[in-house]
């Protein structure tokens, strides 16, 4: 049971802050007031304490190795099944990493944007919804997580408000709700041809099992990985990601881009690598098909990022491009390619994390939203600036950074693997791609540092404390796992030897 | 003598329904204990028959020797029972609370009650004639009730609805009339009432008086091409859009297909043969099409009845499919849309009759006045949209579960159907609570000052139908096990 806990706790709390907001509400009539001082660091303190909490409590569920537990039935043989492996380990980690550093982050953050007992409340919800999404020990338990995640991490685009957030709050229910439904037809099928929806290493199948029905199962999993690709923004089903993460607080696009769309990979991994098997879609169409959508995202993102001069949106469009980057590592499927594509997805958690939260700097000191604004911003935020610069040169990947090794490993892995013409198109477009970010984010550290001839220069003061520690320890992770990745690096080829 | 109960519940309603207008009740007050007293005591005697099953038939009359009026209450029946049982005084208890405005209030709840003992009628029914003659009652009871407002919207609306339902009925008896003349016996029997080995040279004839049969008893179920009367009687009160068009007539309609396909004409006749490739055609058309209306339509009853004529078509896409799966799937789904969408009905007739609004559009910032009614309207839209944890999940998973077993090409077409139609579900139910709550930042409130969240009378059933969603939906199994044991019999 204790299993449960890390999961029901965030939850737990998070709803006591929302009926608290909605007694609030229904006292006040709906006269927004913002909260006293006071009683905001409480609610700071309460959800900070709650994270930490659940951060630590899930790291300890995640070390004990093969630590299982059925929740209940929604039907006999349908389980609401939870146990943890490797897989759940390095997944709960890192989004706990950041979860509590943007946690922090947000404190102060927050402050102009309204409604942060509503914000922190979704904030721990989702925490404890996503960590339920790890520890998710079948499809269906997978599934359920999945959809609540959705719905939970709605209110995030919602939050100020406007008419705009609205709208693509709605593309992002729509889209996300078409992918999860594509996954479910998937669900539905397997169901009926799969021996079991149960997680296993390797996967489940056995050359009995589909017998006859390959065909109808190769679909099944095309659509399902369409549907939890729209999740990780894999084209056709990408265009809510660079609409919806913007319009959030910062804090909260930062967790989107950098931890939600993960979940994306997360369910694609389950269903390739611990259902299906490797060796079952490997040489199919739907390798190939799936190795064509994700290259096509990873040029198209990083293309439309080159060209978008809002500062949040090119970063948006940048997590299309770079979650690809795993889609392909995953897809190429050999070991290689699946220990580049798990690095790629820690390292781009932290990254992203740390880019947007950059970015909710300049918004919250200087109200600069566009990039071409951004002259000389260097001058008065040298830390942060050089937090970004070591931040996109990961994205890049660019030695001694942690991007470059995850790179390397993505690249080795297609160039190994027996895919035709792929194993070189991949690489290539891999490194297009990577002089395209160059492109759209050092042209932001050139111009923040070396302000063009006759701008004029604001000074905006320092950024507050709680806003750059975190910052700097996500670019310190950037680097420092980029010189000392050999821990993570075995730990990630155990749980891939276990797989092929 | 337990089977005396049987006409007890069916008439007690309906007789004392008829004293309603007549009673010397002074105070509105006492008329409103004498309604839900009848109500309850006929929903208690009618639980008290399920808890004991009794086995044995009662005859009420009789035309002739042959033909007669008789009931016996058996698996599906008892299913259809308990969905009226306990719904009925609940949608009762919401009704007083929305009438309180309206003319001819005993009248009303005359034709209302009466309705109730019809319904149980046709339940109860033990032979395809006594169930044809509710059946016919049922749309002659529930006509005062869509004209009620006396408008020439609902008048026209209730003209519509007649030439519907008597026309559908219309096809339904030359079903009734083959099966008192083929049939072995007019008694409704698990897997069909017809020698299929003696009469093997009218087998092409037979067939094609099911699928006129199943089509005149689908008008009610509002199946396409005969859907368009449902919408347009959303002009009732909402109580009768709520009780009738969205759980008792449509799902009468449905319960009579069920009764058609597997207990009369048998699953053996049809399945396989071009009726049931045509019905099927037609129902999964129906899925989507009911769908894209309720996204095109801004009249907010209008936009949820034909969010019901989509999914009545789920239950029929699981009788149409003739398996005991099949079966199970649909009647999974009649009892949880049943809840489903009478919650989502009472919520839009809340908010109707607080705000006096009636389009989608209207609706922004009503979240904020109104934030229970909306909280349920959105926790209904999520089970209607099947988020797992919701009643609406389960039903969809034995449809699916269902047809993938069946597996047939047209099956997995259905399944596809049944997901898109999940995702429109999405898109109609959730714009609204998005707007509802998010109107956009220079929102004027000013102008809804005065809405308010409704009494206890409204929230009660609210809250019941919530809890229940979500029970049904986290613990399936008990009904699952019940629907496969009814299922299994036909077998």
């Known amino acids: ?500 | 003598m337990s089977e005396m109960i049987m006409p007890i519940v069916v008439l007690l309603p309906i007789v004392f329904g008829l004293t309603i207008p007549f009673v010397p009740l002074k105070s509105k007050k006492a008329k409103m204990f004498y309604v839900e007293g009848i109500v309850l005591v006929t929903s208690i005697l009618a639980i008290l028959m399920l808890l004991n099953q009794p086995t044995a038939e009662f005859t009420l009359f009789r035309f002739t020797d042959y033909l007669n009026v008789s009931f016996r209450l058996d698996g599906v029946g008892s299913v259809f029972v308990g969905i009226c049982a306990l719904l009925w005084p609940l949608a009762t208890l919401y009704a007083f609370e929305y009438m309180e405005h309206e003319e001819h209030q005993p009248t009303f709840f005359m034709f209302y009650t009466i309705t109730f003992g019809v319904s149980l009628g046709i339940a109860l029914s033990q032979d395809i004639l006594s169930m044809y003659v509710f059946y016919e009652l049922l749309t002659m009871v529930t006509l005062p009730l869509i004209i009620h407002s006396l408008s020439r919207e609902a008048i026209h609306a209730t003209r519509k609805y007649l030439y519907y339902s008597l026309g559908g009925a219309a096809f339904a008896f030359i079903g009734v009339i083959f099966i008192l003349v083929y049939g072995d016996t007019a008694n409704f029997t698990a897997g069909g009432v017809l020698d299929l080995v003696a009469l093997a040279d009218k087998k092409e004839l037979l067939t094609l008086v099911f699928f006129l049969c199943f089509c005149g008893f689908s008008v009610k179920t509002a199946m396409f091409p005969f859907c368009e009367w449902l919408p347009t009687a959303g002009v009732a009160p909402t109580p009768v859009t709520a009780l009738l068009h969205a759980v008792a007539v449509v799902k009468a309609g449905a319960f009579a297909c069920i009764r058609v396909t597997y207990y009369c004409f048998g699953p053996e006749l049809v399945k396989g043969t071009w009726a049931q490739t045509v019905l099927m055609c037609l129902i999964i058309f129906t899925i989507v099409y009911g769908c894209s209306r309720a996204i095109k339509e801004t009249h907010i009853k209008r936009r949820l009845a034909w969010s019901t004529v989509s999914n009545l078509s789920y239950i029929l896409f699981g009788v149409i499919l003739m398996t005991p799966l099949g079966l199970v799937g649909a009647l999974c789904h009649m009892c949880f849309h049943a809840v489903m969408k009478i919650t989502s009905f009472f919520c839009a007739g809340a908010i109707m009759h607080k705000s006096h609004t009636n389009y989608v559009h209207e609706l922004d910032g009503m979240g904020r006045k109104m934030p229970f009614t909306f909280i349920v309207y959105t926790i209904s839209g999520l089970a209607l949209m099947g988020v797992p944890g919701m009643c609406g999940f389960m039903s969809k998973w034995a449809l699916a579960d269902a047809a993938l077993t069946d597996g047939s090409p047209l099956a997995i077409a259905g399944v596809v159907a049944l997901l898109i139609s999940a995702l429109l579900t999405a898109i109609y139910m959730m714009t609204v609570t998005v707007r509802a709550f998010f109107p956009g930042k220079d929102f004027d409130y000013s102008k809804l000052d005065g809405v308010k969240d409704p009494t206890w009378m409204m929230l009660l059933p609210f809250g019941l139908f919530v809890i229940a969603m979500i029970v049904f939906g986290v613990n399936a199994q008990p009904f699952v096990d019940f629907f496969t044991n009814i299922a299994m019999a036909l077998m």
Not at chain 1, 276 to 283: C, T
Not at chain 1, 350 to 367: D, N, P, W
Request: a neutral charge.
């Open chain 1, 1 to 500: 049971m204790l299993i449960l806990l890390p999961i029901l706790l965030p939850i737990v709390m998070g709803s006591i802050l929302l009926v608290a907001s909605f007694v609030e509400h229904l006292k006040k009539n709906n006269d927004y007031q913002a909260e006293s001082d006071q009683e905001l660091s409480k609610i700071h303190l309460f959800s900070v304490a709650g994270l930490v909490v659940s951060a630590a409590l899930a790291i300890y569920v995640g070390l004990q190795k093969g630590m299982s537990c059925t929740l209940f039935y929604l039907l006999e043989d349908l389980p609401i099944y939870f146990a943890v492996d490797s897989l759940s380990l390095l997944f709960v980690t890192f989004i706990s990493i950041v979860f509590v550093l943007v946690g922090i982050y947000s404190c102060v953050y927050m402050k102009h944007e309204h409604e942060e007992k509503r914000f922190f409340g979704f904030y721990l919800i989702v925490y404890g919804v996503l960590v339920g999404l790890d520890f998710a020990g079948n499809l269906v338990t997978l599934y359920l997580f999945y959809e609540f995640m959705t719905l939970t991490s709605m209110p995030f685009v919602l939050h100020n408000g406007s008419h705009e957030s609205t709208m693509a709050s709605l593309k992002y229910l729509f889209y996300s709700m078409c992918g999860a439904y594509l996954g479910l037809f998937g669900i539905f099928v397997l169901y009926q041809y799969a021996p079991s929806l149960t997680f296993t290493a390797g996967g489940v199948m056995s050359v009995l099992s589909y017998n006859g029905n390959t065909a109808i199962m190769l679909v099944a999993i095309m659509c399902m990985l369409i549907g939890f690709g729209a999740k990780a923004g894999m084209f056709p089903l990408h265009a809510w990601l660079p609409s919806a993460h913007p319009v959030a607080p910062s804090p909260a696009s930062a967790v989107l881009s950098s931890i939600i769309v993960k979940c994306g990979v997360l369910a694609i991994i389950r269903v390739v690598f611990y259902i299906a098997g490797p060796s079952f879609i490997a040489g199919t169409w739907v390798q190939y098909a799936w190795m064509t959508l994700s290259l096509l995202t990873v040029f198209m993102g990083s293309l439309l990022a080159f060209r978008e001069p809002i500062f949040k949106k090119r970063l948006a469009y940048s997590s299309v491009s770079q979650v690809s980057y795993v889609l392909f590592g995953l897809a190429v499927l050999t070991t290689t390619g699946f220990e580049g594509a798990l690095l790629h997805t820690v390292f781009h958690a932290f990254i992203k994390c740390a880019l947007f939260l950059t970015a909710g700097i300049f918004i919250f000191k200087c109200h600069i939203t566009r990039v071409s604004d951004l002259q000389g911003i260097g001058k008065s935020m040298p830390i942060t600036l050089w937090c970004f610069t070591f931040a996109s040169l990961g994205l890049i990947g660019i030695p001694p950074t942690s991007g470059f090794i995850s790179k390397w490993y993505l690249a080795l892995g297609a160039l190994q693997s027996d895919i035709g013409a792929f194993r070189y198109v991949g690489p290539a477009i891999l490194l297009v791609s990577a002089l395209l970010t160059a492109g759209y984010l050092l042209e932001i550290v050139v111009n923040g540092f070396f302000p063009k001839e006759g701008t004029e220069i604001k000074s905006y003061g320092k950024e507050p404390k709680a806003m750059w520690i975190p910052l700097m320890v996500l670019a310190g992770l950037t680097l420092g796992l980029g010189v000392l990745p050999n821990g993570l690096i075995e730990f990630i080829s155990t749980i891939a030897s276990s797989l092929f």
